[in-house]
């Protein structure tokens, strides 16, 4: 069964570093989404990207943040100067919406960053 | 805004009996679509069931069913012959199937099993 793959699957950075997150959405799926949850708090979402495009984000992704399909099939998330906040568990997930539909989304396993 | 909330930090169930999973949202919207994902020890997100507003029947799947009240924006999970590998956080999430399909999520129940 196909599945999202995230790597690495632990991150340990310096504050002020960048740290770039990966992700394999599903083969056929054509929307890509970003979530993180900090230890023991609710998922958030924090990005999602159609067509090679941001549709949306939240107010958490700001400047610091950005997001890539450098190649087919590859989606990753970069946060350019980690600040001790940032410090969570990170989700990908992707879908395949038809249009009038929505299409559930699969997550990955998940990143976790820790941020010293 | 659309919220989500759950009201059941915690719960807990013998093995083998039935557990109702509490969740209510917010929205104004009347098309949108709503979700139980499972974050086991792992942490990773499994899909346990959906539910389409339009859809009057509720979602079953396997020992997993939905009890889904519209006009009280309810959404209950109950799981049935609870089992070990049950325990976990359970997440109930909204989504208004708009342009982005983000998803809105509750703050979680933490479902523990008792052999």
């Known amino acids: 069964e196909p599945e999202v793959t995230q790597t690495p699957s632990h991150q340990v950075t310096q504050m002020g570093q960048e740290v770039i997150l990966r992700c394999v959405p599903i083969s056929n799926h054509l929307y890509f989404y970003w979530y993180r949850q900090i230890l023991g708090q609710k998922v958030e979402f924090l990005v999602s990207?159609?067509?090679?495009?941001?549709?949306?984000k939240s107010e958490i992704f700001d400047d610091q943040f950005s997001v890539e399909r450098p190649d087919g099939s590859n989606f990753t998330l970069k946060i350019r100067s980690t600040k001790l906040e940032d410090s969570a568990m990170y989700f990908c997930?992707?879908?395949?919406?038809?249009?009038?539909?929505?299409?559930?989304?699969?997550f990955g396993p998940g990143t976790r960053l820790l941020v010293l | 805004a659309q919220t989500v909330t759950q009201s059941q930090p915690e719960m807990s169930v013998q093995e083998a009996e039935t557990v109702t999973l509490s969740c209510t949202y917010d929205t104004s919207e009347s098309d949108y679509y709503l979700f139980w994902y499972k974050q086991p020890p792992s942490r990773q997100m499994i899909l346990v069931i959906r539910q389409e507003a339009y859809k009057q029947q509720n979602a079953t799947e396997n020992r997993f069913s939905v009890n889904f009240q519209k006009a009280a924006k309810s959404f209950s999970l109950k799981i049935s012959d609870s089992q070990l590998g049950d325990a976990a956080m359970y997440f109930c999430a909204y989504n208004d199937g708009g342009a982005t399909n983000k998803l809105i999520f509750g703050t979680g129940t933490l479902l523990a099993v008792q052999p």
């Open positions: 997930a992707s879908s395949f919406k038809t249009s009038g539909g929505q299409e559930t989304q699969y």
């Open positions: 990207f159609y067509n090679n495009e941001i549709s949306e």
